[in-house]
Nanobody, 116 residues
Framework: EVQLVESGGGLVQPGGSLTLSCAAS????????MSWHRQAPGKERELVAT????????NYANSVKDRFTISRDNYKNTVYLQMNSLKPYDTAVYYC?????????WGQGTQVTVSS
């Protein structure tokens, strides 16, 4: 059974930093692209960042480029999202995702709130 468990969210002031983690199990982690998405209240879920199976390639949404960094540890079956220079519009529930065998798997999400 595929399981994705996010952690690391919280309340942070504008300009602050947070690192999210997503622990994966139930599939061969090091063979799949992983991604982070987010959903703000009243808005559709949006793609934030993706990382290749080996971790050598990453892509970012324009809104987070140069502020967020996605990484992975294939020994720990974990993907990370380092978020710097956070802004109020980064407030959202952040979800980890893997697309496997024609199906999207999601974690339960972790809330990130950027506010003074």
């Amino acid at each position: 059974e595929v399981q994705l468990v996010e952690s690391g969210g919280g309340l942070v002031q504008p300009g602050g930093s947070l690192t999210l983690s997503c622990a994966a199990s139930g599939f061969t982690f090091n063979t799949y692209v992983m991604s982070w998405h987010r959903q703000a209240p009243g808005k559709e879920r949006e793609l934030v960042a993706t990382i290749s199976s080996g971790g050598s390639s990453a892509n970012y949404a324009n809104s987070v480029k140069d502020r967020f960094t996605i990484s992975r540890d294939n020994y720990k079956n974990t993907v990370y999202l380092q978020m710097n220079s956070l802004k109020p519009y980064d407030t959202a529930v952040y979800y980890c995702n893997v697309y496997r065998r024609g199906y999207d798997y999601w974690g339960q999400g972790t809330q990130v709130t950027v506010s003074s």
